[in-house]
């Protein structure tokens, strides 16, 4: 069992919000955390019918099973249309299909970035609802905008206030845990 629990809420092989969750998790030294690179779960679009004549994908109840061991999760979503991705949705769907309290007493480190000045505030607020819903408390968020111009992979986030703000939100987050 993992401390923590990292991911994105994007499934692309180039994304932004990987590599904030994998610097965010570069700098936790003092807990166990679990990287996972969600490129690697493919599950099928939510059906009531798949779910009655095929249940639930071993890779999805074992993603289950490390949720509710851990103390807490460092997620970061993507925004589509102002939306969290497609990806986030269907994978919350499923998984609150398994258990509706799924997230219960797990505490959050709820990020998200986008290449815009808005940071992907909109999806970080459908997010916080959503992951809410089902018992998660989110401790700390942090949304980091203009990530071209804010993150190398070298020295993680390159603006001074971002950085202290990202600090901050990790420091709360890791104290609640």
Known sequence: ?????????????RSINFQLVKHTASLVTNKEVC?????????????????REEGYAPVLTELLDEIRE???????????????SAFFKNLIDWL?????????DTKILLMSSSRGRGGAN?????????LSRFGGEIVSTFSLPSFNH?????????????????????????SKI
């Open 35 to 51: 990287l996972l690179n969600m490129t690697e779960l493919v599950l099928p679009v939510y059906s009531d019918d798949l779910e």
């Open 70 to 84: 851990t103390k807490g999760l460092i997620v970061s979503v993507n925004e589509h249309n102002g939306n969290v």
């Open 150 to 174: 804010t993150f190398s992979e070298k020295e993680g986030i390159t603006d001074l206030e971002l950085k202290e703000a990202h600090n901050t939100a990790l420091q709360s987050f890791l």
């Open 96 to 104: 609150s299909r398994v258990d509706r309290e799924f997230l219960k």
């Open 122 to 130: 909109g999806s970080q607020e459908i997010a916080n609802k959503l």
């Open 1 to 13: 069992m993992s401390e923590l629990v990292a991911f994105a809420g994007s499934n692309s092989t």
